[in-house]
């Protein structure tokens, strides 16, 4: 198999699926990806799956920025402690449905 083709499980579809209808919720763009929260899938959490409770639909730029790809600036990392502040708030409301973002 090439290495570059990943197996796509139902549920990363779905979760794909969801996302793209759903806002960031940091910046509340439109057209999102699933990107694993809580726990990352570089720390540690490899098994990380993709039910609800794993993940939260975030735009690239955010999703780049939550996941350290912009950089290790003081002012990136300030932007990245807001925006995990954030998601700290936000993530349980979108994870059951209350807050308006699907």
């Not at 759903?22 to 929260?37: K, M, T, V, W």
């Amino acid at each position: 198999m090439n290495s570059r083709t990943r197996k796509l499980v139902p549920q990363h579809r779905e979760a794909t699926r969801i996302a793209a209808e759903s806002r960031c919720l940091i910046c509340d763009a439109y057209g999102c990806e699933p990107a694993h929260f809580p726990t990352h899938r570089g720390m540690a959490g490899g098994k990380a799956g993709w039910s609800r409770e794993e993940w939260v639909p975030l735009d690239r730029d955010c999703h780049d920025l939550i996941d350290r790809r912009l950089g290790v600036s003081a002012a990136i990392e300030e932007r990245r402690i807001m925006a995990l502040l954030m998601l700290e708030e936000r993530a349980p409301k979108w994870w059951r449905g209350t807050d308006g973002t699907t």
